[in-house]
């Protein structure tokens, strides 16, 4: 039998057409197509200005540096996510300080950033993460900036289309970004977007972008080239189409596999708070005996993926660097218990079932 995927991009007729619709115009760099994919990008998330980028990294450096942060700043975030969320932090020099996360939402604790800010008044920024797909505690994280005045950037690379009252992630710090690799909800090969609605941030977000380009052939500031192609811009306007039916679909087999496995107790179910609309970028349990599960999983042709098994506090760089020493004991007990299982739009009954099937057989062995 084959096995069920772990991930499955959902390219369709209308992606290939626009793509050689894209080859066969000669204009295949940064052009028309990435001008629309902008603008509509903006209007679906709720900001006014978006600024495509080649991936997901390059628009968190570049969200950081046109947002002000720079060398000796300090960057309270989370260290339960992808190394690029603290190492876009490093490539500016600034200084990544690790907040603990909640064991329920796997997103930043929003007690222990205001621990961190209580005994620290040097904070200029907080990055959240929304991870998996489910929104960080926004009003919360709000309030604490807005009383200290600091900046609130949101890396929203796994939570295209996720809302937080009603309200698109990425529509509420003072800057976004969203990546587009294929695993996501939505992909463009590889791709990336800072969105905003602070035109400054817009601004300087768009030279960095382009070498620091105020003209053609003038540059008056250090930039780069974190351009992204048309041909990648026109996979994402088709995508953008189609993003609300695949999370539509992730949220109905998150609802099939949350009613499957309810009665497992060695294993903890993902959690959706009334007020979030998880996107479910990834389907995230919590399980004893992980490290057995999976290789039983493994064997039994269903895929997953431990999404992360150290977090960024204990990995060898930021052991290295100093600034592995944060006390963040949950994101630690998450990297021994999280498993993803699959979630994606391509996934059929019969595979959710199978999933169910192969979990009920090992805790019952
Ligand atoms: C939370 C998070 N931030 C940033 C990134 C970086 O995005 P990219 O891989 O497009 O550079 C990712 C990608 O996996 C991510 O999951």
């Given at each position: ?73 300090k960057v309270i975030t989370t260290p ?260 993803s299982l699959p979630i994606h739009p ?20």
């Amino acid at each position: 039998m084959k096995p069920v995927p772990y991930a499955q991009p959902m390219i369709g007729d209308e992606e290939k057409s626009r793509v050689m619709a894209v080859l066969d115009s000669g204009m295949i760099a940064m052009g028309p197509q990435t001008a629309e994919f902008e603008r509509k990008f903006a209007a679906y998330i709720g900001t006014d200005y978006a600024v495509a980028t080649n991936n997901g990294t390059s628009a968190l450096h570049v969200a950081l540096l046109a947002a002000g942060i720079g060398p000796g700043d300090k960057v309270i975030t989370t260290p339960f996510t992808f190394i690029a969320s603290s190492n876009s932090i490093l490539y500016c020099g600034a200084t990544p300080v690790f907040a603990d996360v909640d064991p329920r939402t796997f997103n930043i604790d929003p007690a222990s950033v205001q621990r961190i800010l209580d005994r620290d008044d040097d904070i200029k920024a907080i990055m959240v993460v929304h991870l998996y797909g489910l929104s960080c505690e926004m009003d919360s994280i709000m309030e604490m900036a807005e009383s200290r005045g600091l900046l609130v950037i949101e890396d929203c690379a796994q939570a295209h289309g996720a809302q937080y009252r009603g309200r698109a992630v990425g529509s509420f710090g003072d800057v976004g970004i969203f990546s587009f690799y294929p695993t996501k909800n939505m992909t463009t090969g590889e791709g990336g977007m800072v969105v905003t609605s602070r035109k400054d941030i817009a601004d300087k977000a768009r030279k960095l972008i382009n070498h620091g380009r105020c003209d053609r052939y003038l540059h008056d500031s250090l930039g780069f080239n974190y351009r992204m192609t048309d041909i990648a811009a026109a996979i994402g306007l088709c995508q953008l189409a189609k993003l609300d039916g695949f999370n539509a679909r992730r949220r109905e087999n998150a609802a099939v596999l949350n009613k499957l496995l309810s009665d497992l107790s060695p294993v903890i179910l993902p959690d959706e708070p009334e007020h979030c609309l998880h996107v479910y970028h990834q389907y995230t349990i919590r399980a004893q005996r992980r490290d057995d599960l999976k290789a039983y999983l493994d064997a039994a042709g269903v895929q997953t993926s431990i999404v992360y098994p150290i977090p960024n506090t204990r990995q060898p760089l930021y052991m290295s660097n100093g600034l592995g020493q944060a006390e963040t004991p949950v994101a630690e007990m998450l990297g021994t218990e999280v498993i993803s299982l699959p979630i994606h739009p391509g996934l059929s009954h019969e595979d959710l079932v199978r999933i169910s099937d192969s979990l009920h057989a090992f805790y019952s062995s």
